[in-house]
């Protein structure tokens, strides 16, 4: 019998970590069983075990992946001294809305996850500190001499992420009661690419 191709390996560990990526986002950690992931794959729970060993080794496995890809899109902009401010929020934003475009489940995965305290957690969240660190950094930099200096950090960062990670978050309800396509919501995200930037900067030089 002849052996199984590489590829066939790879594509049933990107079937495993796809299954356990949405039922991790759909569930939590706690309520998803081994079993289940096989299943949501189509595969055999030993196939699971043999590529993962377990359980905790699959979710963590999914959730550096994911912040991976969140922070390689985001921190290099944050010490690119070439940019204005304005200029930072602008590639930031950007950059932002295209991940989650591409990640709609994973502010549902993060929140579903910041409500337990495991330990499996504490990465994840340091890494989420050290982005947070750099973004304040940047913009402490960017505002110094201006206008901007009143504004206080806080509330700028609570009505950044709002406008950025809210409509992926109300993006059921807002495609039903707006009676939206998948590509309906895609367009007005790219929109948003341009006019996030605009509002924020607003915020920044309001007197």
């Given at each position: 019998m002849a052996k199984k191709k590489k590829i066939d390996d790879g594509s049933a560990e990107q079937k495993i970590k796809e299954a356990?990526?949405?039922?991790?986002t759909e569930r939590g950690f706690d309520?998803?069983?081994?079993?289940?992931?096989?299943?949501?794959?189509?595969?055999?729970l030993a196939l699971l075990n043999y590529y993962?060993?377990?359980?905790?080794?699959?979710?963590?496995?999914?959730?550096?992946?994911?912040?991976?890809?969140?922070?390689?899109?985001?921190?290099?902009?944050?010490?690119d001294e070439r940019l204005s401010l304005e200029e930072r929020l602008e590639v930031i934003i950007g950059r932002y809305i295209d991940m989650l475009?591409?990640?709609?489940?994973?502010?549902?995965?993060?929140?579903?996850?910041?409500k337990s305290d495991s330990s499996k957690l504490l990465g994840v969240k340091d890494?989420?500190?050290?982005?947070?660190?750099a973004f304040i950094k940047s913009l402490g930099k960017g505002m110094k001499g201006g206008?901007?200096?009143?504004?206080?950090?806080?509330?700028?960062?609570?009505?950044?992420?709002?406008?950025v990670i809210f409509p992926f978050i109300a993006r059921p309800m807002?495609?039903?009661?707006?009676?939206?396509?998948d590509k309906d919501f895609n367009v007005l995200m790219e929109e948003r690419k341009e006019m996030v930037p605009v509002w924020l900067n607003a915020i920044l030089n309001a007197k």
């Open positions: 356990a990526r949405k039922l991790f309520a998803v069983k081994t079993r289940d992931i096989a299943a949501e794959a189509d595969i055999n993962f060993r377990s359980k905790e080794n699959l979710f963590d496995i999914v959730m550096f992946e994911n912040f991976e890809q969140f922070m390689q899109q985001l921190i290099p902009v944050f010490g475009t591409a990640n709609p489940d994973l502010p549902f995965f993060i929140m579903n996850q910041m890494k989420m500190a050290k982005v947070r660190d206008k901007a200096t009143q504004v206080n950090i806080t509330h700028f960062m609570m009505n950044y992420m709002g406008l807002l495609m039903r009661v707006n009676n939206l396509t």
